[in-house]
């Protein structure tokens, strides 16, 4: 194998493996990038056997071939190394040579045969989509996303999709148990990716994810072959295993009977928050306790080891007091994602939960458990 590749082109591809290699495997092969070079293209392709990312750029090719390296020495030696291309050639001994301006580095191979098969299936049908749009959904939800990996329906992102009149409506779901993020968008496209019973996209996936459709926001195509979900761009293709498990119904979570509404300002209430997190950040639950009536928020947090902290905000509230007790991480996460100005926030009385809104827009939402106080 002999190839030059823009130094940029070869940086830009290793970094999106790095998420993907398995840097805990007990298959060694796993933790290399295979290198394929063919034509005027040169392909890398990552995986864990759960992730799988092709990725295709430009180059060069003198002679074709294929071969395998470490991932981690890969990544590092093209970080440090300054000029405009590269070239790199491999001997029959699976040694491989880099060059860039007066740099040389050689390092071991291991042979491409031992490298699990990864296909670009072709024959796909795949559905245009905005990576921006996917990017925003993925960022209003996945905070809530569980990290028990003993409930491993919830270590992931409910994808869901629903054909209407007017087009469709993709909805992304995540939930650990003690808050659930719900979010929307509604497309007026005519044919789309239909999975109306849902698909678990896992959280090493959906991270993956995030990363591709954020560099090439503007072609971005999604698809689905059996229990593997496809994602497309411009020169990269990341296929990612379904999780298969059965979703909790995520409806019955949402209250249904209204509770009282306050509109508060955004950064006002996030930066109250965060004051009585300090407070409370080194304990388990990080309760802030707030308490509402003659149209004030009172909030309040207390550590035994580190004192205590109170705030006031004006609300618009004339009705019987009020008082529950909250995880101040959990508030702060629903916020953090509202792009408007003014939050709607939904308390129930007693233990039904808090719902977390944008004010003005139904698009996203955040169901908070109360704390017992």
């Not at 905000?313 to 996460?333: F, H, M, Q, R, T």
Request: charged letters at 25%; one cysteine or more.
């Amino acid at each position: 194998m002999d190839f030059t590749i823009k130094r940029d082109v070869f940086w830009e591809g290793m970094q999106k493996t790095l998420g993907i290699v398995d840097k805990k495997t007990t298959l060694p092969i796993l933790n290399n990038i295979l290198l394929e070079a063919e034509g005027n293209w040169v392909r890398i392709v990552a995986t864990d056997r759960e992730i799988s990312l092709i990725a295709r750029y430009e180059a060069e090719v003198t002679e074709a071939g294929k071969i395998t390296l470490s991932a981690k020495k890969l990544y590092e030696i093209i970080r440090e190394i300054h000029g405009e291309s590269i070239h790199v050639e491999t001997d029959t001994r699976n040694i491989v040579m880099l060059t860039c301006q007066k740099a040389i580095y050689r390092i071991m191979g291991i042979s491409a045969d031992e490298y699990p098969a990864v296909v670009a299936e072709e024959n796909i049908p795949l559905f245009p989509v905005s990576g921006t749009l996917i990017k925003e959904m993925v960022r209003k939800v996945f905070f809530a996303m569980s990290t028990d990996e003993l409930r491993r329906n919830l270590n992931g992102i409910f994808l869901q999709t629903e054909k209407k009149s007017e087009g469709f409506t993709i909805k992304m779901v995540a939930t650990d148990g003690h808050r659930l993020s719900l979010t929307h968008k509604n497309l007026e496209v005519t044919d789309f990716l239909d999975i109306s019973m849902g698909i678990i996209l896992p959280r090493k996936g959906v991270g993956e994810i995030r990363k591709v459709v954020e560099d090439d926001p503007d072609h971005v195509s999604i698809g689905l072959m059996g229990q593997m979900f496809i994602v497309q761009t411009g020169n990269v293709l990341l296929k990612v295993s379904l999780i298969n498990a059965e979703y909790p119904d995520y409806k019955r979570v949402v209250p249904t009977e209204k509770g009282t509404v306050l509109f508060l300002p955004k950064e006002g209430f996030l930066h109250a928050l965060r004051r009585m997190w300090v407070v409370v950040s080194a304990e388990e639950f990080r309760t802030v306790l707030l308490s509402i009536a003659d149209n004030r928020m009172v909030l309040q947090s207390q550590n035994a080891d580190v004192g205590e902290a109170r705030e006031d905000i004006d609300v618009s509230y004339d009705g019987e007091k009020l008082e529950v007790g909250y995880n101040a991480d959990y508030l702060i996460d629903a916020i953090e994602v509202i792009d408007e100005e003014t939050v709607a926030f939904e308390l129930g009385a007693g233990r039904k939960p808090g719902i977390v809104r944008s004010a003005g827009h139904d698009e996203y939402l955040c169901v908070v458990m109360p704390l017992m106080i």
